[in-house]
T-cell receptor, first 113, second 112 residues
Framework: QQQVKQSPQSLIVQKGGISIINCAYENTAFDYFPWYQQFPGKGPALLIAIRPDVSEKKEGRFTISFNKSAKQFSLHIMDSQPGDSATYFCAASPTDSWGKLQFGAGTQVVVTP | EPEVTQTPSHQVTQMGQEVILRCVPISNHLYFYWYRQILGQKVEFLVSFYNNEISEKSEIFDDQFSVERPDGSNFTLKIRSTKLEDSAMYFC??????????FGDGTRLSIL
């Protein structure tokens, strides 16, 4: 049972371009949606998170767009930099089980110079 | 910035042996978690722990697994009799109340 579906599996973008990663969820009880960034040999690090009461959240070059009716959310990385090359995971957790994060499969992003 | 610390970074164990993975959560956090990531796959929830007891566990967390907070700073995951399929990266995480989880850099467990 794949509760959070993430796409694409990998992404190559030129420096300065926009990286877009999409996630879809099935469980309507989910109400917390974080994005994690993971570099090789490191643990996931929280990048940005959103709750369904807003449709968009921006922090620096990173923006989450959230569509509650479609049960979809996406991460946009603006002005992508080589240092953004990493694996990105979307995740979700329900109100009554806030700590139980359900992760997507991950997207490997490569930003070329 | 405070961080979650995990030891060892790599553990090699013979199949059938017991293994203990150790974590030092961030000091003022009250909620503790273990996740695992099999090579090339997604991160999977194993167990959450609060107030000295398990809050929730996944179907992966069977009788071979146990968690413990033996003192005020450590949080451990024990696998009693390891199997080949237990080979994975194991991540510890901690959080304050209603705050995001912070992950350690993981322990790579290799079962031979």
């Amino acid at each position: 049972q794949q509760q959070v579906k993430q796409s694409p599996q990998s992404l190559i973008v030129q420096k300065g371009g926009i990286s877009i990663i999409n996630c879809a969820y099935e469980n309507t009880a989910f109400d917390y949606f974080p994005w994690y960034q993971q570099f090789p040999g490191k643990g996931p690090a929280l990048l940005i998170a959103i709750r369904p009461d807003v449709s968009e959240k921006k922090e620096g070059r990173f923006t989450i767009s959230f569509n509650k009716s479609a049960k979809q959310f996406s991460l946009h990385i603006m002005d992508s930099q080589p240092g953004d090359s990493a694996t990105y995971f979307c995740a979700a957790s329900p109100t009554d089980s806030w700590g139980k994060l359900q992760f997507g499969a991950g997207t490997q992003v490569v930003v070329t110079p | 910035e405070p961080e979650v610390t995990q030891t060892p970074s790599h553990q090699v164990t013979q199949m059938g042996q017991e293994v203990i993975l150790r974590c030092v959560p961030i000091s003022n956090h009250l909620y503790f978690y273990w996740y695992r990531q099999i090579l090339g796959q997604k991160v999977e929830f194993l167990v959450s722990f609060y107030n000295n007891e398990i809050s929730e566990k996944s179907e992966i967390f069977d009788d071979q697994f146990s968690v413990e907070r033996p003192d005020g700073s450590n949080f451990t995951l024990k696998i009693r009799s390891t199997k080949l399929e237990d080979s994975a990266m194991y991540f510890c995480a901690s959080s304050a109340t209603n705050q995001p989880q912070h992950f350690g850099d993981g322990t790579r467990l290799s079962i031979l």
